[in-house]
């Protein structure tokens, strides 16, 4: 089975600076899937930024990049230029495909989330 | 487009009975998943279906059911209900990919069931 842990329960940054959110991942496979999801309090989840294990290079999303050390099993998220719309809960989430019926699907399995304050 | 909705937004049952908890996905999107996300914690995965049929579940106890109708709307079933299940229930629909990587979830605003 796949566990996702986030150690950080709590972050906070100032307006404009920089944060880095830590994710580590345990697993076996070798192809996968890794993202970022932010859930505001209005409790939407959105999907920030996805990896995709095969590739060497790390996304990015505007002001969100991804640091993936497939080695290490790590994949954090960095957050530039913070604004106070980024203040939310980050989810760091793996999944694996599997196929049925000549389709894929796949389940997301979550870590435990970082809440991210940005101060003005 | 209208995303994903849920229905109820709040929901308040007693131990012991049953609920049901409904899901439209986006138009176009013929896969749902159900997660359960308790407070303070990361949301777990359910189930996941596609063309009514069951893709996917997670370690839930079979007090837990679900099922997809033909306009692939979805609802999910608990019955015996414990205090242990108050949770925000999240419905996510996704296009369907028949090979290659997975489509994007996009999650549905969640019902919250709290059991007393």
């Known amino acids: 089975a796949q566990t996702v842990t986030q150690s950080q329960p709590e972050m906070s940054v100032q307006e404009a600076e920089t944060v880095t959110l830590s994710c580590t991942y345990d697993?076996?496979?070798?192809?996968?899937?890794l993202f970022w999801y932010k859930q505001p309090p209005s409790r939407q989840m959105i999907l920030v930024i996805r990896?995709?294990?095969?590739?060497?290079q790390n996304a990015t999303e505007n002001r969100f990049s991804v640091n993936f050390q497939k080695a290490a099993k790590s994949f954090s998220l960095k957050i530039s230029d913070s604004q106070l719309g980024d203040t939310a809960m980050y989810f760091c989430?793996?999944?694996?495909?599997?196929?049925?019926?000549?389709?894929?699907?796949?389940?997301?399995?979550f870590g435990q989330g970082t809440i991210l304050t940005v101060h003005p | 487009d209208a995303g994903v909705t849920q229905s109820p937004t709040h929901l308040i049952k007693t131990r012991g009975q049953h609920v049901t908890l409904r899901c439209s996905p986006i138009?176009?999107?013929?896969?749902v998943s159900w997660y359960q996300q308790v407070l303070g914690q990361g949301p777990q995965f359910i189930f996941q279906?596609?063309?009514?049929?069951?893709?996917g579940r997670g370690n839930f106890p079979d007090r837990f059911s679900a099922r997809q109708f033909p306009n692939y709307s979805s609802e999910l079933n608990v019955n015996a209900l414990l205090l242990g299940d108050s949770a925000l229930y999240l419905c996510?629909?996704?296009?369907?990919?028949?090979?290659?990587?997975?489509?994007?979830?996009?999650f549905g605003p969640g019902t919250r069931l709290t059991v007393t």
């Open positions: 138009s176009g999107h013929k896969s």
């Open positions: 697993t076996s496979e070798n192809n996968y899937y």
């Open positions: 996510a629909s996704s296009l369907v990919q028949l090979a290659g990587a997975p489509y994007e979830q996009y």
């Open positions: 989430a793996f999944m694996k495909l599997g196929y049925a019926g000549g389709t894929s699907y796949g389940k997301l399995t």
């Open positions: 990896q995709e294990a095969y590739k060497q």
């Open positions: 279906y596609y063309e009514k049929e069951e893709r």
